[in-house]
């Protein structure tokens, strides 16, 4: 069953430290990872999108990182700012045609001054 | 370029009442995709809709419905409302899809409450 679990559920974190927001996913065959942002009560906005062959890449202080033999991807946020606060959420696509995506349930960031 | 509009952006109905929400896409774009965003389910997918065509659906009772006009515009409309139902839609575009690459934007959401 294709699935995208994502960890830690939630977190809070001082402004400044840095942080790393895990995607396990068991999507088959693999087509792309999108990391979403989204603030509340907003749509998500996209941070990265990475293929297979791609296992990092960054967007500011963003960067997501890709193991696609272990199916795993991270999302470091560095030196976090209040507006980091946000819900983050991983998206996996399939190869297999039209919208097949995979989304997590999302990881709750506050960060805190 | 202005981005995805999505109107109402808030709305409270009845049970029972049927709704109808309305998506803009940015200019350009042919693909549609609607969803709903639960606290507790996440994002997940209604449908997309490309060049006026129903192209994919997600695992949705036929109480939802939508089309898309020879403008990209898109309504989706839900009948029979129920309580479950109250949840953020939000609509994404894209030039051609959502394959490779193909990067989503997505509005603002409508905020559907029913009472």
């Known amino acids: 069953k294709n699935q995208v679990e994502q960890s830690p559920q939630s977190l809070i974190i001082l402004e400044g430290k840095n942080c790393t927001l895990q995607?396990?996913?068991?999507?088959?065959?693999?087509?792309?990872l999108r990391w979403y942002k989204q603030d509340t009560g907003r749509g998500p906005v996209s941070l990265t999108i990475?293929?297979?062959?791609?296992n990092t890449k960054s967007n500011g202080r963003y960067t997501a990182t890709l193991d696609a033999d272990t199916k795993q991807s991270s999302l470091h946020i560095t030196a976090s700012q209040l507006s980091d606060s946000a819900s983050y959420i991983c998206v996996v696509s399939d190869q297999t045609g039209a919208n097949n995506l995979f989304f997590g349930t999302g990881t709750r960031l506050t960060v805190i001054p | 370029k202005a981005g995805v509009t999505q109107t109402p952006r808030y709305l409270i109905k009845t049970r029972g009442q049927q709704v109808t929400l309305s998506c803009s896409p940015i200019?350009?774009?042919?693909?549609v995709s609607w969803y709903q965003q639960t606290p507790g389910q996440g994002l997940q997918f209604l449908f997309e809709?490309?060049?006026?065509?129903?192209?994919n659906k997600g695992n949705f009772p036929g109480r939802f419905s939508g089309r898309q006009f020879s403008n990209s515009r898109s309504e989706m409309n839900v009948s029979t409302l129920e309580l479950g139902d109250s949840a953020l839609y939000l609509c994404?575009?894209?030039?051609?899809?959502?394959?490779?690459?193909?990067?989503?934007?997505f509005g603002p959401g409508t905020r559907l409450t029913v009472l």
């Open positions: 995607c396990n996913y068991t999507v088959s065959p693999f087509s792309n």
């Open positions: 200019s350009g774009h042919r693909s």
């Open positions: 809709y490309f060049s006026e065509t129903q192209r």
């Open positions: 994404a575009s894209s030039p051609v899809g959502t394959g490779y690459r193909n990067e989503q934007f």
């Open positions: 990475m293929t297979f062959s791609e």
